[in-house]
């Protein structure tokens, strides 16, 4: 591992990326048997039976453990992994909610004589990663050994006709690192070649790894046209609008126009809003909405109460798009604050996936629910292309070690966390893997506005 690091420092040192070491140099390094991986133990997705959601703790769960270097197959590429970032499926997988994700490893590896390698007793997790590519599988001719990557999470087959529209379609689709194994929270990591991006040259490793899950996702929820299809003057409700997705979202919303309404969770978080651009912003603990009266029952009153603070936010305008991830706790809210004709785009359901809303808000007012999942490789490779172009920053605000993965994974579980939080692998400090240096100076305060907070 040490030569494969080497290998990638004196590229740095280069400062060009690409003349120092070629790739035929990076294709004749030595691949060593193991590496060191973060994972979760098959034997073990009982360890938190009968405690609460809250209380079932990542740093129990999350091992480092040193694990054999896959086979590589066609199509495939394994990648030198300098940093990851820690994502909420991560969180999902450590806490084993809402299932085990051992089961979508035994089905993936049903499926092939090749799949089965993902079916093992421990899953490597990660959905994240900026590295450099090692070797490449037969069949691969875009990328090569050297190649400076990040990876986007989705992993598809394609053998069948549904997923060649939108491959988020195909019916073999699933986010690597989480329904698949070999993830990115390691020294090395395994993924299709279709999975590979150019890594943004004015960020460092661990700001390249940030954005990745979160910014691909937020684009097709809120800007392409398989999720929301938002326009100028859109006002965008944005729920977490400081954190993972929200952090992106609300980059999305301004850089296009819309006028984004932030819902955070304390002044702090305001504040990174308004550094961010955003205007309208609801602190929803200092103003203590209470959408649940009891865990059964809503109150529709506390749904017109925030939707009069949105009224006088924006002039008395409702709200054209809501970007939902919350779940059961909002989605009466927002499904209520939707202006007629508008639409809630919904990826996730943080507090709880039975949802409840009136629905004679939704069809009385012509209102459209919007299921969103990650993005298709076209819709990352733009995401990531805003990236590059310094048109959206990364928000990543602490970096882990690999062995703090846990810690990293409990503080997002906690929502103790700012934007993201990364964690680096086989980059031994903060602050490596930087290219353009002059773009990174025309950018510098908005790459470093999560920092530290
Ligand atoms: C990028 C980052 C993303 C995120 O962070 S997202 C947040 C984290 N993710 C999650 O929380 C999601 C975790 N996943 C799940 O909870 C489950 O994954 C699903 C609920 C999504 C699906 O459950 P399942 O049991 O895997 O799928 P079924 O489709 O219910 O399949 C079970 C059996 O039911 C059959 N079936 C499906 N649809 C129908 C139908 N319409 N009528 C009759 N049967 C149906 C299937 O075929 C299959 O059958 P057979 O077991 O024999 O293979
Ligand atoms: N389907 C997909 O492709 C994807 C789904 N997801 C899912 O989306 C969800 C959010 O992910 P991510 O943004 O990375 O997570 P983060 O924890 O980074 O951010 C979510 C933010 O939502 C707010 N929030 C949390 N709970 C509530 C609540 N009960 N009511 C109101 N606001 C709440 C918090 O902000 P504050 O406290 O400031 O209000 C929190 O910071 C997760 O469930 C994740 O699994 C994520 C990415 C992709």
């Excluded at 194994?181 to 590979?196: D, M, R, T, W």
Aim: hydrophobic fraction near 35%.
């Amino acid at each position: 591992m040490k030569e494969i690091l080497d290998a990638i420092q004196s590229q740095s040192a280069s400062n060009s990326g690409s003349a120092a070491v070629t790739a035929a140099d990076f294709a004749a390094l030595p691949i060593p048997e193991s590496y060191r991986a973060v994972t979760v133990h098959k034997d073990e997705t009982e360890m938190f039976a009968g405690l609460s959601t809250r209380d079932k703790d990542p740093r129990k769960s999350l091992h480092v453990d040193d694990v054999p270097v896959p086979e590589l197959g066609p199509g495939e590429a394994l990648v030198a992994v300098m940093a990851s970032s820690v994502n909420y499926n991560s969180v999902w997988t450590s806490i084993f909610e809402p299932l085990p994700t051992f089961g979508f490893l035994e089905r993936y590896g049903k499926l092939s004589e090749l799949t089965k390698r993902h079916d093992l007793p421990y899953h490597i997790i990660g959905s994240d990663l900026a590295g450099v590519v090692l070797r490449t599988g037969p069949g691969v001719n875009a990328w090569r050994p050297g190649d400076e990557v990040v990876a986007h999470c989705l992993s598809v087959e394609l053998e069948s006709s549904d997923g060649h529209n939108d491959t988020m379609l195909d019916p073999e689709q699933r986010i690597w690192g989480f329904e698949t194994n070999f993830g990115g929270l390691a020294e090395l990591a395994l993924v299709k070649s279709n999975q590979l991006m150019p890594k943004p040259a004015h960020l460092s490793w661990e700001e390249a790894a940030a954005p990745g899950l979160v910014n691909s996702t937020a684009y097709r929820q809120l800007v392409s046209r398989n999720g929301a299809d938002m326009k100028q003057g859109d006002n965008v409700l944005i729920w977490g609008a400081s954190g993972g997705l929200g952090s992106y979202a609300t980059q999305f919303a301004l850089a296009g126009g819309a006028n984004p309404i932030c819902v955070v969770s304390s002044p702090q978080k305001a504040e990174i809003c308004r550094s961010m651009g955003a205007e309208a912003i609801i602190d929803r603990n200092a103003e203590d909405y209470k959408f649940w009266k009891d865990e059964h029952t809503q109150d529709p009153k506390e749904w017109k109460r925030f939707g009069k603070r949105i009224r006088e936010l924006t002039g008395g305008e409702d709200i054209d798009i809501v970007f939902e991830h919350p779940g059961r706790e909002t989605f009466g809210a927002s499904v209520y604050v939707t202006r007629k004709g508008g639409t809630i785009t919904t990826c996730a359901s943080t507090s709880g996936y039975m949802h409840e809303y009136d629905n004679r808000y939704l069809w009385m007012s012509l209102k459209r629910i919007i299921g969103s999942h990650f993005a298709n490789y076209r819709e990352a490779w733009e995401a990531n292309r805003l990236i590059a172009k310094g048109k959206i920053h990364p928000t990543l605000s602490k970096t882990y070690t690999l062995e703090e993965t846990g810690q990293a994974a409990y503080d997002v579980h906690r929502n103790l966390h700012q934007g993201k939080v990364g964690v680096l692998c086989l980059a031994p400090e903060e602050g490596l893997g930087v290219r353009d240096h002059e773009m990174r100076a025309k950018h510098i305060d908005a790459i470093n506005r999560f920092r530290n907070i």
